[in-house]
């Protein structure tokens, strides 16, 4: 087994043993997205949340697709997201089939054009299908917004999404405080 089948393989078993049922479904294209898509359901562990991480192919297993979105909500989960590379069908065609937001990641894969045909792929959606679409490679501002998600209806988790956003302020002015030291100088303050 490749490095990477043994790091998927490791990710799925840990969020199978999770006693709660996924609230967030991470799935990709393929088990060679896991590299970028692994930065999302980092952050929903750090925030607790419960997940699950799985490959759901549009172009390679359709039926599975269609049969994953279908049965996202009735099983529980509240948000996907949807990571994928070159033409990057899976959000969009999920986001089709499902009633839930639907996150998506451009991921710039091998046979993409520096990632622009992913990010434009899950960013023109026409109307009616909306997806969320982050930054190229973005999964752990994805995980962040599924947490948001999560947490507008959890008061534990907008908490700690609050303090993570407080914690993000104040390494920004820690910044500030050391270049002044350094005499690097402004007129802000």
Do not use: C
Request: aromatic share 4%; proline share 5%; hydrophobic share 40%.
């Amino acid at each position: 087994m490749t490095k990477q089948g043994l790091m998927t393989k490791s990710l799925l078993k840990s969020q199978s043993t999770k006693s709660t049922s996924p609230l967030v479904g991470i799935i990709m294209g393929s088990d060679s997205d896991l590299g970028v898509m692994q930065a999302a359901s980092d952050i929903l562990k750090h925030y607790d949340i419960p997940h699950e991480v799985t490959v759901v192919s549009a172009h390679r297993t359709p039926l599975r697709m269609v049969d994953y979105a279908q049965k996202a909500k009735l099983r529980g989960l509240k948000v996907i997201i949807a990571g994928a590379g070159g033409a990057a069908h899976l959000p969009g065609m999920v986001a089709s089939i499902t009633p839930l937001p639907v996150i998506g990641v451009p991921i710039k894969s091998s046979n993409s054009i520096d990632g622009w045909d992913s990010v434009l792929s899950i960013l023109q959606m026409p109307n009616g299908v909306p997806v969320a679409t982050v930054a190229l490679n973005a999964a752990k501002n994805a995980g962040i917004l599924a947490a948001q998600i999560i947490g507008s209806s959890d008061e534990t988790v907008s908490r700690k999404i609050t303090t993570y956003k407080n914690s993000l302020n104040s390494e920004v002015m820690e910044k500030v405080k050391k270049m002044k030291t350094e005499g690097w100088k402004n007129e802000f303050d």
